[in-house]
């Protein structure tokens, strides 16, 4: 009978700090960052066929993931944003500060810069 306490007993213990562990591991987790741009373009032909497809696989090999870009943006409150919204999401911000200082993307934002002007931003998710 001791025996079966003692390994009840010891079950419980170690569904308990199998717990305690997990929370510790999730807690330890870092939040996604997300960048958001808003681009006004003056020439959306130019853009899309110059900048977009050097820009797109370049945040792709960088670790970043396209969530949503587009031009039917709806304004929900305040002033409307600039035509044109990006939303991408990365691992961490030292991601997008890599990917933002590479020589790559210093060349390609060359091309943008012709027929756009950028307002960019990270912030850090919340954790889940």
Do not use: C
């Not at 990917?99 to 919340?126: L, P, Q």
């Amino acid at each position: 009978m001791k025996t079966q306490y003692a390994v009840s007993l010891a079950l419980l213990a170690g569904v308990g700090l199998g717990a305690i562990a997990v929370q510790g591991l999730h807690a330890q987790a870092k939040p996604l960052v997300y960048t958001v741009t808003e681009t006004d373009v003056t020439n959306i032909d130019a853009y899309t066929k110059e900048y977009a497809p050097l820009a797109i696989p370049l945040i792709k090999k960088s670790g970043g993931k396209l969530l949503a870009a587009g031009q039917k943006v709806t304004t929900l409150e305040g002033s409307p944003p600039k035509p044109r919204v990006t939303i991408l999401v990365w691992d961490s911000l030292e991601q997008v500060q890599a990917w933002r200082n590479s020589a790559e993307y210093k060349e390609v934002r060359k091309i943008g810069d012709k027929y756009a002007t950028f307002r960019a931003f990270a912030v850090e998710g919340v954790p889940q």
